[in-house]
């Protein structure tokens, strides 16, 4: 069965340095991955989506994931945190096997520290 | 393209009242699903509807929520009746059936009951 971990409920940087957000899945077939992010009060909002190509993927606002087959991993990172970055960010998987719904994460809270 | 649609935004009721949520996918997508997200929580899939016939709706609690597509297009949620738990974010999200796995999703209507 489909699982991810988001290996980290909090994490705080402080803004200028880099992000690292992380987390592990677990698939029978070849997932879908993606990271969602949604700020205080808002919708959710797709950052990035890994489907079969490149393994790292790039998505808005400076962030990209890679995609590790071998670690079963697929960590979001971002070169350097800005204020507005603060947000919950949610790990997903999705596969056949899943009848392609999305398997959340608990979610990892960013905080940026000034 | 126009996004997928929700109304109301938010709503607040008593307990042991009813409350209806609308949806309007995006034109064309024939899959639909209902989260249910409480505060600090990843989304929890509530239903999902391939066109108008359902696929899923394991984690529905039927005996006070209930969700209808008729036509195939848009979609309604209702709780009747409320309980104090029900508070949270009511998400609709929608998928085109013959492109990658990414799920869209509409702003939410929060649900406040007291």
Request: some cysteine; proline content about 5%; aromatic content about 10%.
């Amino acid at each position: 069965a489909q699982s991810v971990t988001q290996l980290d409920s909090h994490v705080s940087v402080s803004e200028g340095t880099p992000v690292l957000l992380r987390c592990n899945y677990s698939s029978s077939y070849s997932p879908s991955l993606f990271w969602y992010v949604q700020h205080p009060n808002k919708g959710l909002q797709l950052l990035l989506k890994y489907t079969s190509a490149a393994t790292l993927v790039k998505g808005i606002n400076g962030f990209e994931a890679e995609f590790k087959k071998s670690e079963t991993s697929f960590h979001l990172t971002k070169p350097s945190a800005h204020m507005s970055d603060a947000a919950e960010y949610f790990c997903v998987v999705s596969d056949r096997d899943s009848n392609y719904q999305l398997i959340w994460g608990a979610g990892t809270k960013l905080i940026i520290k000034p | 393209e126009a996004g997928v649609a929700q109304s109301p935004r938010y709503k607040i009721i008593e307990k042991r009242q009813s409350v209806a949520f609308w949806c309007n996918p995006i034109s064309g997508h024939a899959t639909l699903y209902w989260y249910q997200q409480i505060l600090g929580q990843g989304p929890k899939l509530l239903i999902q509807f391939q066109n108008n016939g359902v696929v899923d709706d394991s984690q529905l609690p039927k005996d006070r929520f209930s969700a209808e597509r008729l036509k195939g297009v848009d979609s309604t949620l209702k709780i009747q009746p409320a309980k104090l738990e029900d508070s949270a974010v009511y998400l609709c999200a929608s998928r085109n059936l013959y492109r990658d796995n990414e799920q869209f999703f509409g702003p939410g209507t929060r649900l406040t009951v007291l």
